[in-house]
T-cell receptor, first 116, second 113 residues
Framework: GDSVTQMEGPVTLSEEAFLTINCTYT??????LFWYVQYPGEGLQLLLK?????DKGSNKGFEATYRKETTSFHLEKGSVQVSDSAVYFC???????????????FGGGTRVLVKP | DAGVTQSPTHLIKTRGQQVTLRCSPI?????VSWYQQVLGQGPQFIFQ???????GRGNFPDRFSARQFPNYSSELNVNALLLGDSALYLC????????????FGDGTRLSIL
């Protein structure tokens, strides 16, 4: 079945440091890929997405490129802030049917802590 | 516009009891999915509903059931609660279409004593 593997955390950084969170996936076909972020006590917020190979998703300074040849979707940010402290989840979706939403398969999450 | 709303926010039950969790999707979204997130792990898919029909089911026992109503809201029911059912239960809604992102509510924190 489909699966997503993320680097284990926690990742501890200083403000303005460069952040990379590795994500690789196993899936049949051509899934869409997502990064979600979860702040303490909250649900998941969509951070960015990519729907086909070589697409680059970006939002709030975060970027990730859909690399089909390496089955990867690594998340990067050039200069992190304390407010970026959260848990980040990589996820993929396979179409269940064209008339419905889709089942998300998540990685285990990576906790990021940014210190002032 | 209101996002996905879930109720209640927190719930405490004892083993063997039954619980019902509720979810209202974003206006215009016809698909609702339920996920279980155990502390320290990623969410696990439980159910997906679209137009009141079950369109997907994860690897959960029959104690878990759900339904979707004509207004597209949804309920998740869990019977004969076990300690291992303690988790954050997340509801997500999406519009139809391939690769459409799912929008999550803040979840219901269920604690089993």
């Amino acid at each position: 079945g489909d699966s997503v593997t993320q680097m284990e955390g926690p990742v501890t950084l200083s403000e303005e440091a460069f952040l990379t969170i590795n994500c690789t996936y196993t899936a049949t076909g051509y899934p869409s890929l997502f990064w979600y972020v979860q702040y303490p006590g909250e649900g998941l917020q969509l951070l960015l997405k990519a729907t086909k190979a070589d697409d680059k998703g970006s939002n709030k300074g975060f970027e990730a490129t859909y690399r089909k040849e390496t089955t990867s979707f690594h998340l990067e940010k050039g200069s992190v802030q304390v407010s970026d402290s959260a848990v980040y989840f990589c996820a993929l979706v396979q179409v269940v049917s064209s008339a419905a939403g889709n089942k998300l398969t998540f990685g285990g999450g990576t906790r990021v802590l940014v210190k002032p | 516009d209101a996002g996905v709303t879930q109720s209640p926010t927190h719930l405490i039950k004892t083993r063997g009891q039954q619980v019902t969790l509720r979810c209202s999707p974003i206006s215009g979204h016809k698909s609702v999915s339920w996920y279980q997130q155990v502390l320290g792990q990623g969410p696990q898919f439980i159910f997906q509903y679209y137009e009141k029909e079950e369109r997907g089911r994860g690897n959960f026992p029959d104690r878990f059931s759900a339904r979707q109503f004509p207004n597209y809201s949804s309920e998740l029911n869990v019977n004969a609660l076990l300690l291992g059912d303690s988790a954050l239960y997340l509801c997500a809604s999406s519009s139809q279409g391939t690769g459409q992102p799912q929008h999550f509510g803040d979840g219901t924190r269920l604690s089993i004593l």
